[in-house]
């Protein structure tokens, strides 16, 4: 891929340069004889037909300077050109990651008055069973979803507060991407239980 860009990338440079060669025999050399002509500078009374006396093998050296002259102009354009279109990608790219950005935002906003507000009942109701219960299959139960609620309210978190959109692979053989918010979940849920053992104690 990388030889591929490579290779792209001198023959855009080579077609550019090969314009502005051409330009600068084809045009430059003759309109610059041409100025001489009117102005006088050539002592040989040049007339506007003998303009084709700029391709005369005599005028090979001349021409050879305006050619490479026009290729380095069209290595110019080549250059400016180049550098726009990375301007208008990067503009592209970020203006696509403000809206995704967005989009999530919108998005945590619902989940959150949905999901965050049934956690706090299923929160509300494991607590009000263990005081309840002495079973130690039910309280593990209920340990295991209090356990995935906090979890729940720890994506939520990482979801909200999250800057820059960040994927990584669902699977290691599918194509389909996640948000990748792993580390700030382990965090929360972290200092979770930090808390947690502060009140305990």
Known sequence: MKIQFILSYIKTKLFFF???????YVVFHPYTMLVYSLTGFLHDGMRFKDLFFSFNMTMLL??????ILGGLIGLL?????EKQKQIYTVTFENEKKKAALETLQ????TLSHYLLNANMVIGG????????????????????????AKKIDAVMSALKKITEIKTV???AEGHALMIDISKEIEELLSKDQENAKKVSK
Do not use: P, W
């Open 18 to 24: 090969s314009i502005g060669a051409l330009v600068g």
């Open 125 to 148: 109701m494991v607590r009000h069973c263990k005081r309840t219960m002495s079973n130690e299959d039910i309280l593990y139960s209920l340990e295991v979803i209090a356990e995935q």
């Open 106 to 109: 919108q998005l945590m906003v």
């Open 77 to 81: 354009i080549a250059v400016i050109i």
């Open 62 to 67: 001349m021409g050879g300077a305006f050619a």
């Open 169 to 171: 692979k669902y699977t």
